[in-house]
C-alpha cells in the first residue's frame, strides 16, 4: 500500500520561511516523479515544484529562487523549503507521485498517489 504523509505546514509572517516533509511508505520514491501541489479554495491544484528520478527539478515561475524541492533516499522523504513567504503562498500543500520521467510534469493528471495535505498560511 502506498502512502504519502505531509508535515511541517503551520502559520508564519510573510518574508518568513517554512519546511514541508513528505515521508513515503510502500516503494521507494526514488524512482518517481515527486511532486509539490498546492490549491487554494475554488482554484486548480497547482503543480510547485518537481523532482525526477535523475534530480531534474522544476518549479513553477511563482515559486522560482525561493523554493527548493530536495530528496533524500535513505529517509525515502521529499522535502520542500519555502523562503521570502506571501500571503499569495497561502493554501493547502500536497505532495504527489508519479511515473518516473526524466523530466516530471506539474499536471496533477500526471500524478496519481497523493498524501493528505497540510495546511500552510502566510499572514501579511
Known amino acids: 500500500q502506498v502512502e504519502l504523509v505531509e508535515s511541517g505546514g503551520g502559520s508564519v509572517q510573510a518574508g518568513g520561511s517554512l519546511a514541508l516533509s513528505c515521508a513515503a511508505s510502500g516503494y521507494d520514491i526514488s524512482f518517481y516523479c515527486m511532486a509539490w501541489f498546492r490549491q487554494v479554495p475554488g482554484k486548480e491544484r497547482e503543480g510547485v515544484a518537481t523532482?525526477?528520478?535523475?534530480?531534474?527539478?522544476s518549479y513553477a515561475d511563482s515559486v522560482k529562487d525561493r523554493f527548493t524541492i530536495s530528496l533524500v533516499q535513505a529517509k525515502n522523504t521529499l522535502y520542500l523549503q519555502m523562503n521570502r513567504l506571501t500571503s499569495e503562498d497561502t493554501a493547502v500543500y500536497y505532495c504527489a507521485a508519479g511515473s518516473g520521467r526524466s523530466k516530471c510534469p506539474r499536471a496533477a493528471v500526471d500524478y496519481n498517489s497523493w498524501g493528505q495535505g497540510t495546511q500552510v498560511t502566510v499572514s501579511s
Open positions: 523532482v525526477s528520478r535523475y534530480g531534474v527539478t
